[in-house]
Nanobody, 127 residues
């Protein structure tokens, strides 16, 4: 059983930056696509970004393209989400997730496609 622990959230002004981290333990995640999702109050959990097992391929939702960057360090079993030019509408709880099957395509990005989740980290962007 894998455990995912997010960190790096906080309060930031619009235009600012944050870097989220997701540390995985319990088993190696180096053969799995991993992703970041977010959930704002009263809304459904939504896809943000995915990264392939090797880290060579990424996929983003349109609203974060050019502002967010997903990366991973397989030696550390860690995935990152660098968030720049933050906007108030980016305010949400951000979750790290592990795909259910190894080596899945990064565009297989539904919530149900991911089988392991972290507890989430709050990101609040003030205007």
């Amino acid at each position: 059983q894998v455990q995912l622990v997010e960190s790096g959230g906080g309060l930031v002004q619009a235009g600012g930056s944050l870097r989220l981290s997701c540390d995985a333990s319990g088993r190696t995640v180096t053969i799995y696509t991993m992703g970041w999702f977010r959930q704002a109050p009263g809304k459904e959990r939504e896809f943000v970004a995915t990264i392939s097992a090797s880290g060579s391929t990424t996929y983003y939702t349109d609203s974060v393209k050019g502002r967010f960057t997903i990366s991973r360090d397989n030696a550390k079993n860690t995935v990152y989400l660098q968030m720049n030019s933050l906007k108030p509408e980016d305010t949400a709880v951000y979750y790290c997730a592990l795909h259910r099957k190894p080596y899945m395509r990064v565009d297989v990005k539904g919530v149900a496609d991911f089988g392991s989740w972290g507890q989430g980290t709050q990101v609040t962007v003030s205007s």
